[in-house]
């Protein structure tokens, strides 16, 4: 490669990890109230939607080239965040009684092997669920930024509009 750019894939531009880990850790104090001290319906529900509202204010303010991917990203980041989350504070919400395999599965495993697969279980769940979150995010910020898009374009007459490669102004086009 000549010059000294590397390339950048396109999602990440203008955002690096720590930017993307930054915008998911928004979202972890909700996680921790959820687990240890439930709060009230208006309290969680400003936790629950601020962060992703953030997140695709800060995308789109800093114009990432592809809004969905980036707000995406940070979603899945998020749910491996939210894991931790809930891997870190399985102990005291289950008070040493964590939950247990029903129905034909009851008392056929040791409960070993049952927290093992409850575990697995909240991994993949947190990891959907940071995905969910954050192609919704992705999808508001895609249609803010297309609107966005279409408004500033559709302000520019054809004679403001620069010319692309191909086109070439006639007579008529100068003043």
């Not at 529900?45 to 695709?56: D, G, K, Q, T, Y």
């Not at 008070?95 to 909240?122: F, K, Q, Y």
């Not at 191909?166 to 007579?171: A, P």
Request: with cysteine; glycine share 8%.
């Amino acid at each position: 490669m000549t010059g000294s750019r590397q390339h950048v894939p396109a999602w990440r531009s203008p955002f690096s990890w720590p930017w993307i880990i930054g915008l998911a850790l928004l979202a972890v104090p909700r996680a921790l109230f959820h687990d240890l001290a439930p709060l009230g319906p208006f309290p969680n529900a400003v936790l629950a939607i601020a962060p992703p509202l953030i997140w695709v204010l800060v995308v789109i303010t800093r114009r990432a080239q592809h809004p969905f991917v980036v707000l995406l990203v940070i979603g899945c980041v998020y749910g491996a965040i939210l894991d931790v989350v809930h891997e870190a504070t399985w102990t005291t919400v289950w008070d040493g009684h964590p939950p247990r395999l029903g129905g034909n599965l009851e008392g056929r495993l040791s409960p070993a092997v049952e927290t093992a697969l409850m575990r697995i279980v909240v991994f993949i769940s947190s990891f959907v669920t940071g995905a969910i979150i954050g192609a919704v995010s992705g999808l508001v910020g895609w249609a803010v930024d297309h609107h966005r898009a279409r408004r500033n374009t559709s302000v520019l007459t054809k004679s403001d509009r620069p010319p692309t490669g191909g086109e070439r102004h006639s007579r008529r086009d100068l003043p």
